[in-house]
């Protein structure tokens, strides 16, 4: 069981790049399995903030490698842009960084239906980030898709252009103005520089690497409560964030995953529409929201922020098998004089702990109130010495949820990370 695998809990953004770039030192691969440039992973260190989209967050340790999985979708612009922006060489990257042929393109065309659809939408807005994500998944699954392998094909030109063409008669019955080649010039220099890397089945090289007693982290996108099964549909996205979703987006067996990471803000956010129990509209959730710097790393909005919220953390564990917990931002909550847990919900007025079927149905949270702590916890390097109330804090949650917390962020540097045994 050599493929640990490292989610969110939450609804996104809860610090997964930070914690796999800790985490990289003790592995021989990071591995992405799904999502693609809607995903804004941040890493911070030597006072340098980086966010991925595309790459692993390993991608910052030269000894490491780097796998794109089958289930990402990839746009070649993106790719690029952030490809220049790493700083290391071209020749240093392409040694370390391999892409799965059968990894699904966004096209420049999936762009303009992706801000189409929105659009056409109305109020009933999904909350897309506008990166084309959901059309390129929606034409994978229905067999329509051009994969990283059909790019080194004689004839990739014309396969584009029919693909192209059909994305166009789509957009006729919209009243939806666009000019793709803005999109498309930079679409093709970035396939270029794709062409580059390693374009292989990265099912063989995983599964031998496995075999071979290497040490895997499957990085996941998004959070457990975006998943396009199991999160609060339709406001999700459009790949499973679960951890068998890192099964299928990299060709694995379940019988290769060891532990199974699950990564939650000591708080709740939430970018774009959808159900949110323990949302804050007050100034405890401006707060929250100032100290957090809670804008989206993707699109920049400004990040809906609440309490948190054990029923759906406790769902987001049991779907997903976690068996190890990292809590991140805890030092955000300093200086909050009391900390409310929401521990369950009052729906009809019954309480219960199960996320209701349908958004539309009124959840009312239940909190229980715990001491918060003054102490600025970011000098800190060792579970003891944190503030007696913040270990109160995570005794509760362990308690309540029956899994340890192995890990608690104090700040968004690498450095600023505390490992428990």
């Not at 695998?5 to 399995?33: M, N």
């Not at 700040?411 to 045994?421: A, C, L, S, Y």
Request: charged share 25%; proline share 5%.
């Amino acid at each position: 069981m050599n493929i640990d695998i490292l989610l969110g809990l939450q609804w996104g953004d809860e610090g997964k790049g930070k914690i796999v770039d800790a985490l990289s030192p003790v592995y021989d691969v990071i591995a992405r399995f799904q999502g693609g440039p809607n995903a804004g992973h941040s890493l911070e260190f030597n006072n340098i903030k980086h966010v991925l989209h595309l790459i692993p967050s390993g991608i910052f340790h030269p000894d490491k490698l780097n796998v794109i999985g089958n289930g990402v979708v990839i746009d070649p612009a993106v790719f690029k842009k952030e490809i220049e922006e790493l700083g290391p060489p071209l020749n240093e990257l392409t040694q370390r960084l391999v892409i799965s042929n059968k990894a699904n393109l966004i096209l420049p065309s999936h762009r303009i239906l992706d801000a189409a659809y929105e659009l056409h939408k109305g109020n009933s807005k999904i909350g897309s980030t506008l990166k084309g994500i959901g059309p390129a998944y929606t034409d994978k699954t229905s067999r329509n898709g051009l994969r990283v392998g059909d790019i080194l094909r004689k004839n990739f030109r014309q396969i584009y252009d029919d693909h192209v063409n059909d994305h166009m008669t789509i957009l006729k019955s919209y009243n939806f103005k666009f000019d793709i080649k803005e999109y498309e010039n930079e679409w093709f220099e970035g396939l270029e520089l794709l062409k580059k890397f390693p374009i292989i089945n990265t099912e063989y090289l995983i599964n031998h690497l496995a075999r071979d007693g290497k040490r895997i982290l499957a990085e996941g996108a998004q959070g457990t409560m975006l998943d396009v099964d199991f999160g609060s549909y339709p406001f999700v996205t459009s790949s499973n964030t679960i951890s068998a979703g890192a099964c299928v987006g990299l060709g694995v067996s379940p019988r290769l995953i060891g532990d199974i990471f699950g990564i939650f803000k000591a708080y709740c956010t939430r970018v774009g529409c959808g159900p949110f129990p323990t949302e804050l509209f007050d100034d405890t959730g401006a707060n929250l929201r100032k100290l957090g710097h809670e804008f989206g790393a993707t699109t920049g909005r400004p990040r809906r922020c609440g309490w948190l919220d054990l029923p759906a953390m406790k769902y987001s564990i049991m779907v997903n098998g976690i068996n190890k917990l990292f809590m991140t931002k805890a030092d955000v909550m300093s200086g909050f004089k009391t900390i409310k847990i929401c521990t369950s919900y009052k729906i009809y007025g019954e309480i219960c702990e199960e996320l209701p079927f349908n958004n539309e149905i009124h959840v009312e949270p239940i909190y229980t109130e715990l001491e918060g702590w003054e102490e600025d916890i970011t000098g800190f390097r060792e579970f003891k010495d944190l503030p007696a109330a913040l270990k109160r804090f995570i005794e509760f949650i362990e308690n309540q949820v029956g899994v340890p917390v192995k890990m608690v962020s104090v700040g968004p540097d690498r450095e600023e990370t505390i490992f428990r045994n």
